[in-house]
């Protein structure tokens, strides 16, 4: 974005900015109003893309009001967030799956349906099958359908290939120019065993076949494995990490999705920036994960679809200050990308504070991906780039309020 834009005439402005922005909020810092809010009426300006100015109302729009060099913009009361960070999605993938719910509403379990044929596997035979212009629209398609709903950066993950050739054709896939809205790459890998080949020929398949192609070409910055009982153990999980973090991929993990197998102490052996999932871990494992700067990232829309109790100690974490994120876990088993939607299953559900549930989705998933000042990282703060939410309210607690749509929400930057 080139030249000047000031937005002003706000409503509620949650900056999120308190303090070191690289670092992820906890406990009662989440939800302080006074530390993470500021007044109606705030002004915000920026300048070739970035935020360069945030003041009291009047002082920005009488400098510069009229000079013909600013595009002004009037929130008409109105209250602004940052743009999500939606820091788990699975985005490259064709097929459906649609018929998993019948089964599910039937009794059968996540791992029951795998073993029927349906499952990641039976999106991996569908993805292979589609050409890679067929990919590409679908791509893009989904980036435009997550800007609609507010997210401004997104992490994204490849794991509906499981060979060399479809595993780097996904990251290649992620890797476009001009993309609607910021992309982190993810490679996964070791989603799940391909059909047909031994679990030994395909560890050494990812080790010694994909991880260096994906690092010679560099086509992500992350490694992830699905380390859960019935995919890829603890001992192939350490080894796929340990050789991918010598290539410099940094690790993000699936871990305690089903039951608690202790993935989360193993990703925060492994020094990973997020575990993810962990619907099932211990608190002493929390704590420890918390201790050791490795992010919590809860993901709600997977224990909706599938059926699950929605019991996520969201409200526990906060109470003993443990860092938190959330996230949309987008994938053809849970093909949601609406932020907001996660935030109401927290707020409605699970009893988080607006504030805080909006600290989970925007700031604190930013501090687990690059800080690179040029990509938007949750907050709203002079002297990086970053994407404005105007909502269809002064209040901002009006971000959960409408569940998985966003009416009349307008994106800036």
């Known amino acids: 974005m080139a030249g000047h834009i000031l937005v002003h005439n706000t409503g509620e402005v949650a900056t999120l ?52 060099e600013t595009q002004m913009i009037d929130a008409r009361g ?12 699975h985005m490259v993938w064709a097929g459906d799956r649609s018929n998993e719910i019948t089964m599910r509403a039937e009794g059968l379990d996540y791992s029951e349906i795998s073993n029927l044929g349906g499952g990641i596997r039976k999106t991996v035979s569908q993805t292979r099958n589609a050409t890679r212009d067929k990919l590409s629209e679908l791509f ?16 994204c993950k490849s794991g509906y290939g499981l060979d060399v050739s479809n595993e780097i054709q996904a990251l290649e896939v992620m890797g ?11 490679w996964l890998g070791a989603h799940d065993i391909p059909h047909g080949v031994s679990r030994q020929r395909y560890l050494e398949e990812l080790i010694d076949g994909q991880l260096p192609l994906v690092c010679e070409l560099k086509l992500a910055e992350y490694v992830d494995v699905f380390c859960e009982p019935g995919w890829f ?3 192939e999980t350490m080894q796929i990490c340990e050789a991918s973090s010598e290539r410099g991929l940094n690790v993000r993990l699936h871990v305690d999705e089903f039951q608690d197998g202790g993935g989360l102490r193993l990703a925060t052996d492994l020094g990973a920036v997020s575990a993810d999932h962990v619907a099932k871990s211990s608190m002493a494992d929390r704590e420890y994960a918390n201790e050791n700067g490795t992010m919590q990232t809860f993901l709600p ?48 559900r699970m009893g988080l ?17 690059s800080q690179n000042v040029e990509k938007h990282n949750g907050t709203i703060e002079i002297g990086r780039s970053c994407s404005i939410l105007v909502l269809p309210s002064g209040n901002v607690e009006s971000w959960v309020s409408s569940f998985g749509t966003m009416n009349d929400l307008q994106m800036i930057n």
């Open 17 to 68: 900015n308190y303090g070191k922005t690289g670092d992820p909020l906890r406990g009662a810092d989440m939800s302080d109003r006074d530390l993470l809010m500021m007044d109606n009426g705030t002004e915000i300006l920026f300048s070739d893309g970035i935020v360069s100015k945030i003041e009291s109302e009047g002082t920005l729009t009488s400098e510069w009001e009229g000079s013909g």
């Open 78 to 89: 109105m209250a602004i967030i940052p743009a999500f960070v939606d820091s788990h999605a």
């Open 140 to 155: 893009v398609q989904r980036l435009r359908s997550a800007k609609a709903l507010g997210t401004a950066r997104i992490e």
């Open 176 to 186: 476009i120019s001009h993309p609607p809205i910021s992309i982190d790459r993810t």
């Open 233 to 235: 153990t603890k001992e």
């Open 301 to 348: 829309g997977t224990q909706y679809v599938l059926g699950n109790r929605l019991d996520l100690p969201l409200k526990e974490c906060e109470e003993r200050d443990f860092a938190f994120s959330m996230a949309s876990d987008y994938n053809p088993n849970c093909p949601s990308l609406s932020i907001p939607f996660v935030g109401s299953l927290a707020v409605h």
């Open 353 to 369: 504070n607006p504030l805080t549930a909006l600290v989970s989705v925007t700031r604190n998933p930013g501090t687990t991906l």
